[in-house]
């Protein structure tokens, strides 16, 4: 069954994009990530433009976070206060990103940021997973050593303290704001939720601790997704509603697999799998940098003005 | 094949059989040419569609037809090796570009039709007019523009060469157009020539319009006029599609 899909332009194979958004979903229920790092790249990957795949993505994952944040809620564990903070650099972020998307598409060069983006971070993350799954299969036949809460280090001197009741933190409001800000840039140029880069940050750099972190990372995602879908759609254009409701069917269903089966595998192995998956996802795009295409000028078209 | 086309076919061929046969009255006679439908909808379903075009000559000489699209903006970039990694490079921008463009013949053309006709009235991919925006080397130009054909004969919107006209009883001629699932929307245009010896003695143009409708229109129109709009409905399906999974998910 095909459908036509009205911003993308092309007509595709239902059952092949409804299958695409359960694999991611059940990955994102799984590791609890958003799945965006893995499905902007693979619907690249399937011939949607880049800069619609970004663009839908980002309306996608405003659903996915939506849907996964009420868990977290009940269970009080989102930090409103930390993740208004946050929220306020990624809206600066995002709108930043969405403009600056929107001078690369003029200048021809947004595939290439958006490719080297996903190399950078796919690269960066995938080992550093890879690395602490490994470690900790290791350290886990070894005798347990305990850490402290969180280190302190040059961070925890700069001005604006804020306390964070919830995430039991009494630090600068600029850092996760520098933070929030970062990621909002990040998710509006990869069509990312960016709780890939979020949590590890919010982790290792603010100290949060680990029960928060999920819940606050989906609040804040929510509202920088929503932010980055409005600036796409009005300044790009590049928002296909048909094709992130497919893709939202799949990851409901495949997320509700995804927590079942996650339920059954353990914890290290399933890292260094999805560790696996990321970087296989990067070194195909490194792949597709380095080879000489067939052809070597690109077309664009557009109506006449 | 339709009804409509059916009925039109029979209607010349009656039309044709019934004709005059001297020579003078051939001449006189123009080409008539007809398409299955002249509106192509792109729905929801839509994955590509064949128009059936058909028509009649007076019994002599050859028939070419050219289909062309609506005019767009075009911008070809070269890949450039900067630092081990393909990156897009210089580029060349071309306006007035047909989005579509088809060739239809009775006979290979080079055989039967003169250079300087086919340039006059541009029939052929290599005779398309198509120029450079602003100021460019003519043997750049040259080059993006050879690239640009070859990206559009990729994609299937410019044909490679001529495609066969089937001609029968020597007066009858059809064939079917192929438009692919992504062909650029807008209104063609079917031009047809009615060729006896080297001349071009009869012509007729006919509009072919392909347009989205039903939703996938209104989608598209309400994206690109009211984006604003279009915004906020995307996020507002997006939080209702994310409410309902989570209620469907508590329940199971």
Not at chain 1, 185 to 192: P, Q, R
Request: with cysteine.
């Amino acid at each position: 069954m095909y459908l036509y899909l009205p911003i993308a332009e092309l007509s595709v194979n239902v059952w092949v994009f409804l299958g695409l958004g359960v694999g991611v979903g059940t990955l994102s229920g799984i590791f609890g990530v958003g799945g965006g790092f893995l499905m902007t790249p693979l619907l690249i990957f399937m011939g949607i433009p880049p800069a619609v795949a970004v663009g839908t993505e980002a309306n996608q994952i405003l659903a996915s976070s939506v849907s996964g944040v009420f868990a977290h809620w009940r269970r009080g564990n989102v930090d409103f206060k930390m993740g208004a903070v946050l929220l306020t650099g990624g809206l600066i972020g995002s709108t930043f990103g969405v403009f600056l998307f929107k001078m690369l598409r003029e200048l021809g060069q947004i595939d290439l940021v958006i490719m080297l983006s996903y190399i950078v971070f796919l690269g960066s993350i995938g080992s550093l997973m890879l690395f602490e799954s490994l470690r900790t299969m290791q350290r886990s036949r070894s005798p347990l050593n305990r850490r402290k809460l969180h280190q302190h280090n040059f961070l925890h001197g700069l001005p604006f303290k804020m306390r964070f009741r919830r995430s039991k933190l009494y630090i600068s409001a600029l850092l996760p704001l520098l933070i929030g800000t970062i990621v909002g840039i990040l998710s509006a140029i990869m069509g990312v939720g960016g709780g890939f880069v979020m949590v590890p940050a919010m982790i290792y750099l603010l100290g949060m601790p680990t029960a928060v972190v999920v819940g606050t990372s989906l609040f804040q995602i929510i509202f920088v997704t929503a932010n980055a879908t409005f600036l796409q759609a009005t300044l790009n254009q590049t928002v296909d509603v048909v094709l992130a409701l497919l893709l939202i069917v799949g990851a409901v269903i495949g997320a509700q697999l995804g927590t079942i089966v996650g339920a059954k595998l353990r914890g290290e192995q399933l890292r260094g799998l999805l560790a696996l998956m990321v970087l296989s996802v990067c070194g195909k795009i490194v792949y597709d940098l380095l080879i000489t295409p067939d052809e070597l000028y690109v077309l664009t078209t557009g109506l006449v003005q | 094949m339709t009804a409509r086309a059916m009925l039109l076919l029979a209607s010349l061929a009656l039309y044709f059989g019934q004709a005059p046969t001297a020579r003078a009255a051939e001449r006189a006679q123009p080409v008539v040419v007809d398409l299955s439908e002249d509106f192509v909808a792109i729905t929801a379903g839509f994955n590509g569609t064949d128009v059936l075009l058909f028509g009649a000559t007076s019994g002599i000489g050859e028939v070419v037809v050219v289909i062309v699209g609506p005019s767009q903006r075009a911008t070809v970039r070269l890949k450039e090796k900067i630092a081990g990694i393909w990156v897009n490079g210089r580029e060349v921008s071309f306006k007035d570009v047909p989005a579509f463009y088809q060739v239809l013949s009775t006979d290979t053309l080079d055989e039967w039709l003169p250079l300087q006709v086919r340039e006059a009235n541009q029939i052929g991919v290599e005779y398309l007019e198509i120029l450079p925006d602003g100021d460019v080397e003519p043997a750049t130009a040259a080059e993006f523009r050879n690239a640009l054909i070859r990206n559009k004969q990729a994609k299937g919107h410019y044909g490679k060469v001529e495609d066969p006209l089937d001609l029968t009883g020597g007066r009858l001629f059809r064939s079917r157009i192929f438009f692919p699932a992504d062909v650029p929307v807008g209104i063609y245009e079917i031009n047809t020539y009615h060729v006896v010896d080297g001349r071009i003695v009869s012509t007729q143009t006919i509009p072919l319009t392909i347009s989205k409708t039903g939703l996938e229109a209104d989608i598209y129109r309400i994206a690109q006029q009211n984006s604003a709009l279009y915004g906020i409905a995307a996020i507002i399906i997006a939080v209702l599609a994310g409410m309902a999974g989570n209620a469907l998910f508590r329940r199971a």
